[in-house]
């Protein structure tokens, strides 16, 4: 059965950085179209970014320049490198992976920012 584990959330201070990491298992991660999400309180869940199997990439305006989401296909393993973050990506991130007709869901990783 496919599992997502992420790691690397914490707490942080305006400006400073965090590198999300979301080890995959279960499936052939290689060819699979792999995605950031987050959820602020109060808010609705948001796309951060996504990463195709090819190495193709997307972001939300509100964080492009400062993440890059990355991928090791060796280590079945999707990163979300996060700078200059500010207070307001405080959430909880997700990794999430698409197979086709369903995408798969992580646990959930608190970040925090503070000013």
């Known amino acids: 059965q496919v599992q997502l584990v992420e790691s690397g959330g914490g707490l942080v201070q305006a400006g400073g950085s965090l590198r999300l990491s979301c080890a995959a298992s279960?499936?052939?991660?290689?060819?699979?179209?792999m995605a950031w999400y987050r959820q602020a309180p109060g808010k609705q869940r948001e796309l951060v970014a996504g990463?195709?199997?090819?190495?193709?990439?997307n972001y939300a305006d509100s964080v492009k320049g400062r993440f890059t989401i990355s991928r090791d296909n060796a280590k079945n393993t999707v990163y979300l490198q996060m700078n200059s973050l500010k207070p307001e990506d405080t959430a909880v991130y997700y990794c999430?992976?698409?197979?086709?007709?369903?995408?798969?869901w992580g646990q959930g990783i608190q970040v925090t920012v503070s000013s």
């Open positions: 999430t992976m698409q197979l086709p007709p369903r995408t798969y």
């Open positions: 279960g499936t052939s991660f290689s060819i699979r179209f």
């Open positions: 990463i195709s199997s090819g190495g193709t990439t």
